[in-house]
């Protein structure tokens, strides 16, 4: 029988799927484990029970959590539900919230609170779906808010400077009876397009707005009230129309009027729509592409049919964004309905300017992404660069001091894999990139410092991939605790959080599984803001569904607790379910009601018990012959390396918690150092488990194991 040791000194890899349980050979099997249930990876490698989390606020329903940082003092929680908003101000310094107000009546039913583009900075939030026209939310005061429907710059001659689009075919054309006042606008083609939802919308004739007040019946026509003079329509004589085309633009060499030709009638008549401050033609040279002509007359006719023109994007015909953004002083908006792979963006420096004017560097932008594989913009962030996530990836908007965020020279070039991008899952930014949610993936856009792929993408969850089931939410939390982790923490469908821990420069990446251990209980969103992570939980209290919004911290371990002076109190709270009861200087006293001779004075911690372990894969042996994987092998001892952790087990065996000389009435001592363990019994493929019974401390820093073969 021959004897070795095996030293595990850091959990950097996390738990890993059970398809990695044989790959011995691996950096990631040496400093993983086959189970890190409710841990939490340390940066130092070790791994510590995951936190606790008090109960701050029961929740009026089913809830997303959204934060809302005004600036480093004054710090909101949002929970969105149907219908609702309610707003929780964070107490910056021990992370507590309280209510702080709230909105009701909202136009966010059904799913649409679950879905809905958010973006926020100081005391403004910009809410987009697209079955719901745009909304505001303003902070008014430190517990009152507004919400008021996005609305477009008013701009000359009270025009909505908004974008438009037209969702006709191109080769279908408008003719204006007239060009002021209330007007007729005939639609060529025999099948109907006017309904009445058009009422109210604005429509452009080359580029001037009309207001439509009635459809006609057969929907081949509306009336309109012009809101900017329309372009009028000239026949010009000229002395040959040789070399110009439908379609061309033409300047007046003298009056410095442009239109286009729209028409060629004769080899001498040309029938222009006068374009750009309305000059219209006079007796002078006509310039066109290829050619010019004299012009030795004209008059006005009747408004030519033209395919220049479109319709308002935002309206209940053709639907609205279902994502926004805020990138370099624009507001974006995409993912619209009628017009899913359109990017939509301000105009430098006001929000609600849409004017795309003449294309120059401050004007607004309205562009497709131009790639037929990928055919809705679903995310927008802001990064370095611009990033876009789609139906089929990610792409990136070039930019740079020398060639800035700009009508002129706006592109989409794609990186990465071709992932479909959840539409719902708000990306964050995370370890030097941006985390996406790609079905049950987790995938990383980060940049490559090479000017010519700026960026690149990677999967970060293959390793752990049993821990992602179809993520919701996810948010990212620094200085966890006040202390120098960071985390991205997702939140499953089925109701668990996947933590993940990424600093690529030092070859860390781990996941660890978070459950409440309670059947009933799950978590439904996540929020971070800066130390401190929140979730919405659906709790069963009592026989009753409550929704909960809870604070994790290290500090504490029970589950939706709450601090109580009088345990009298503890129906209150919890009714007849049972609950853990643990003083705060740490010592558990056990189920409530508890049945003890004396309780010790409080105050008191109650809560739910949530079950810990770390279980190491079968040790790894390489013998003269090979590896010895497989065969029959006994763990004779095992020293589990601790700092400021109380009593747990190993394989069962419970380390003793207090020694004779200890009082047994106060808490556990502190445990720090090796603690040992003997074991008896030869298994094939043995596994190192340890749990706890208790809700207490435990932080383990290295495992070694003397294995017998």
């Known amino acids: 029988m021959a004897r070795t040791k095996k030293l595990q000194t850091n959990f950097s890899a996390g738990e890993l799927a059970p398809e990695l349980g044989m790959r011995e050979d691996t950096e990631q099997h040496q400093n993983g484990a086959r189970s890190l249930h409710n841990r939490r990876c340390l940066i130092g490698g070790g791994t510590v029970r995951r936190p606790g989390s008090w109960r701050d606020i029961n929740l009026p329903g089913p809830s997303r959590l959204v934060r809302w940082i005004v600036n480093r003092t004054t710090q909101y929680v949002v929970a969105f539900a149907d219908g609702r908003a309610d707003f929780y101000a964070r107490n910056i310094l021990t992370g507590a919230l309280t209510a702080a107000g709230s909105l009701s009546s909202c136009p966010w039913t059904g799913s649409i609170w679950r879905e809905m583009g958010v973006v926020q ?99 081949l026509s509306c009336t309109a009230t012009v809101v900017e003079r329309l372009p009028e329509t000239q026949s010009l004589t000229v002395t040959s129309t040789q070399d110009f085309s439908v379609g061309e633009i033409v300047e007046g060499a003298t009056s410095g009027a442009k239109g286009i030709v729209t028409e060629i009638t004769s080899p001498t008549v040309l029938v222009v729509v006068i374009l750009e401050k309305l000059i219209v033609f006079t007796n002078e040279n006509l310039v066109g592409p290829q050619t010019k002509t004299a012009i030795t007359g004209g008059a006005f006719v009747t408004n ?119 539409p719902t899952v708000r990306q964050a930014a995370f370890d030097s990139g941006v985390l996406a949610v790609s079905g049950s993936l987790v995938v990383k856009a980060r940049p490559t410092g090479d000017q010519g792929g700026a960026w690149g993408a990677d999967e970060v969850s293959l390793l752990s991939n049993h821990l992602f089931k179809t993520p919701v939410d996810m948010t990212v939390v620094t200085a966890f605790s006040a202390e120098p982790e960071r985390y ?36 439904e969103s996540v929020v971070g803001i800066y130390g401190d992570l929140y979730a919405a939980c659906i709790r069963s209290i009592a026989g009753n569904t409550i929704y909960t919004l809870e604070r994790f911290d290290q500090s504490i371990t029970l589950d939706c607790a709450v601090r109580l002076t009088d345990l009298a109190d503890v129906p209150t709270h919890f009714g007849n379910t049972p609950v853990n009861v643990v003083t705060e200087s740490g010592l558990h006293l056990g189920t409530y009601p508890l049945a003890l001779d004396e309780t010790p004075p409080g105050p008191y911690i109650v809560g739910f018990f949530y079950q810990s372990e770390i279980g190491l894969f079968p040790p790894a042996i390489e013998g003269s012959q090979g590896s010895h994987a497989g065969d029959v092998m006994r763990i004779v001892e095992a020293y589990v390396h601790v700092i400021s952790s109380m009593r747990f087990a190993a394989n069962g065996y419970e380390l003793t918690a207090y020694q004779a000389t200890d009082d047994v009435g106060e808490p556990p001592p502190i445990k720090d150092g090796p603690q040992r363990f003997g074991f008896l019994g030869w298994q094939r493929e043995p596994t190192l488990n340890i749990t706890q019974t208790d809700p207490l401390p435990l932080k383990v820093l290295a495992i070694s194991q003397l294995v017998a073969y």
Not at 191 to 215: E, N
Not at 499 to 523: G, S
């Open 121 to 219: 900075a100081a005391n403004t939030m910009f809410l987009t779906h697209t079955d719901m026209v745009p909304r505001i939310i303003t902070r008014t005061g430190a517990t009152t808010w507004a919400l008021t429907t996005f609305a477009f710059r008013v701009g000359p001659s009270s025009r909505l400077e908004q974008p438009y689009l037209k969702f006709a075919e191109a080769t279908r054309t408008l003719t204006a009876s007239d060009v002021t006042g209330s007007i007729t606008l005939t639609i060529s083609g025999a099948t109907p397009y006017f309904v009445a939802a058009h009422v109210g919308t604005y429509i452009r004739y080359h580029k001037k707005a009309a207001l439509i007040t009635a459809v006609a019946a057969n929907g």
């Open 304 to 422: 030519a049919a033209v395919t220049d023109w479109d319709e308002q994007m935002f309206s209940p015909i053709y639907g609205y964004p279902s994502c926004t953004e805020l990138h370099r002083n624009r507001l974006l908006f995409a993912g619209h309905l009628s017009a899913p792979d359109y990017l939509i963006s301000s105009t430098i420096g006001d929000l609600y300017n849409f004017n795309v004017g003449d294309g120059s560097d401050a004007d607004a932008i309205l562009e497709s992404i131009g790639d037929g594989a990928a055919s809705r913009i679903v995310q927008l962030y802001s990064a370095e660069q611009l990033i876009v996530a789609t139906d089929n990836g990610f792409y990136y908007v070039p930019e740079s001091a020398a060639q800035p965020f700009r009508p002129t020279s706006i592109a989409f070039y794609p990186f990465g894999s071709p992932w479909p991008i959840s």
């Open 488 to 523: 991205a923490a997702l939140c499953n469908e089925d109701g668990t959080l996947a933590i993940l821990q990424l600093v690529e420069a030092q070859k860390i990446r781990n996941v660890t599984p978070w459950e409440t251990d309670r059947p009933t209980d799950t978590y």
